[in-house]
């Protein structure tokens, strides 16, 4: 998870994504609605991930940490 929370693309897509459901731009740091709904989604997320790949999260990011 904290690999897609550093990579520049998929948050500018949650950014996105979480202006188009709210029908405007990012406020800033107290914009609580933009901020629910990204955590919301890295939620969701992380939720399904732990489902496919339960386990501890940190050896599989070894092997995967260069993609």
Do not use: K
Not at 16 to 28: D, H, N, P, V, Y
Not at 30 to 44: G, K, M, P, S, Y
Request: aromatic content about 8%; glycine content about 2%.
């Amino acid at each position: 998870m904290d690999y897609l929370a550093a990579n520049e693309d998929f948050m500018s897509l949650l950014d996105l994504r979480a202006e188009s459901l709210l029908r405007r731009t990012f406020a800033g740091p107290e914009d609580a609605a933009f901020e629910e709904i990204i955590v919301d989604a890295l939620t969701v997320l992380q939720e399904r991930l732990d489902r496919v790949m339960p386990g501890p999260p940190r050896a599989f990011a070894r092997v995967h940490a260069d993609n």
